[in-house]
């Protein structure tokens, strides 16, 4: 059986039709490759951004806890402070910042701001101290306050 150059050049062009040669795969993956990439360096962006947001939200919440926890036993609640991050002994809490994040920690005293390294929480709301909380990362700032006269802890 003798096969005819016509049918030969048939069987190729349609092996051609059906799959992508090596160089064609090869730029289909750099591509996929290059987008993955940017991709991820965006991802890694707004990660950091919100490790820095849930920062600011958990020290909102660990203020107000100690806050209640200064009031439920009728003692001071104590908190170290740090650029670092924060400890509450009494609630068993040490926290550090994201790796990226510092923080400055400001009291009203004498009819200054001062930085701060120890707070001491009151049993009463209306004793609270004026406290202003600067969370830096890069070039974002958020701020969480305690209100002097209502004792209320909030952020920015």
Known sequence: MAISPA???????????????????????????A???????????????LRYQ??????VLDLRRASLKARSTGDETIIRLSPQGYSIEALEIDRTWPRDV?????????GSWQVATVLALPPRTVASPELEVEILRGDDRLSVQIDRVTGRVHAG
């Open 54 to 59: 849930r920062s600011a939200e958990q020290l």
């Open 7 to 33: 049918a030969n050049r048939g069987d190729r062009s349609s092996a051609n039709e059906r799959g992508m040669t090596l160089f064609e795969l090869l730029i289909a993956l750099s591509i996929f490759a």
């Open 102 to 110: 510092t923080a400055v920690w400001r009291v009203h005293q004498a």
């Open 35 to 49: 987008i993955a990439s940017l991709s991820g360096v965006a991802l890694a962006g707004s990660l950091g951004h």
